[in-house]
């Protein structure tokens, strides 16, 4: 195995595109170090991004949203006081994954790119509309997170392309998010359903705009467009409530395995959308 350790991320994506055989990048290492030490893969060439310009730091965006850099660890996200102030969901999302040592190390960027359908980042972000920005020999694009997952344990990304970043949006007025996950232990597991939820109210405390998103529940993370217009023109009455539970329930495609039945999931889907609504809606402002 060849090891890189790249002090930019175009030097990143040059030995991507020029090494042979298989590739993973290094971030916090808690998805690739776990597959290596116990012999279920090992790359051919393993390119470590953390000192890589700009991949430790948390900064504001000109337009007043933040660029996270791949290399940002968790719990480096739960820390910071303003990013936990106007992206609670993210923040919560990134806070459940594994234990204080794992959330020391483990990043978005590496949640994202795992590929696994159970993410806990990934609903989050996809919520919260954020993208990313991948660099790639010809140089910089960015990404939407949801254009990203491609199959369990797969990614759209292409040979030779890196993260470079997490971009969030500004934080609009009156608007709040909210993760909610389901584990059939109370801590350290992976999720059998979870669910994000934005949403933006306008000045009498109607919901103007949502996005609901579902994980651990299909393939890939779903955007459930449906279940964001059942509480869109609403207060979050209950009627809505259970619209949404509904909506949200039914756009569910899951798997029975030893966590959980697809009757389950997809009832945990409607009810943790339900919760993790209210939460958001509390959060931007509104009174139920
Ligand atoms: C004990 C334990 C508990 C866990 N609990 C949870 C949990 O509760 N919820 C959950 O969602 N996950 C959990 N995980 C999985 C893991 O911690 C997360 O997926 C984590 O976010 C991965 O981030 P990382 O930085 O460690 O990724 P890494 O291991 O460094 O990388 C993961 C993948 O992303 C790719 N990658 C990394 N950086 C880049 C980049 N810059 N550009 C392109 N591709 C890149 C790598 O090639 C690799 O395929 C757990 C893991 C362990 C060991």
Redesign the pocket.
Known sequence: MQYYSPDSFSS?AEIASKAQGS????????????QLRSDIFT?DTLID?KKAEGAKSIERTEDGGWRIG??V??AEMSEHAELKNEWPGVVEA?D????TQ?QG????????????P????VPALVAADARIVVQSLSGERIVSVMDIPKSPGK?N?EKG????AVLLPTRAERSGDAYLRF?PRSE????VAGCGVWLQLDEQGVVSAARVSLGAVAPTVLDVDAAAKAIIGTKLDDAALENMAAVASSACNPITDRRGTVEYRTHLAGVLAKRAAKIAYTRAGGSQ
């Open positions: 990143a590739i993973r990048f290094l971030a916090g290492g808690t998805d690739v170090l776990v790359p991004i791949a290399a660890a968790g990134v459940l994954i594994g234990s794992i190390r483990a990043t978005l960027v590496g949640n994202l790119c795992n590929g696994s159970a993410a806990d980042s990614t990304l392309d890196v993260v470079k584990i350290m597991d992976i999720a």
